[in-house]
């Protein structure tokens, strides 16, 4: 029987971010992406959900800066 797994921890954050586990770590705790700690050692987990809204958010964001005309 296969779990499909809700929480990723931030090594796999990073890795569909394309950014550094320290990079993952900041937007979490700066809350750009939400997550929760879990377990004795208080370990970082996003859920999937979370990290798809919080990429669309940054789609939207470009997008807004784009039509703005402030984009870099």
Aim: hydrophobic share 45%.
């Amino acid at each position: 029987m296969a779990v499909e797994t809700r929480f990723l921890p931030l090594t796999d954050v990073a890795e569909v971010l394309n950014v550094s586990v320290a990079q993952a770590r900041a937007l979490v705790r700066s809350g750009e992406l939400r997550a929760i700690k879990v377990g004795g050692r208080g370990q970082w987990r996003v859920e999937k959900t979370e990290l798809e809204d919080y990429i669309q958010r940054m789609y939207k964001s470009v997008r807004d800066e784009v039509a703005a005309g402030t984009a870099e």
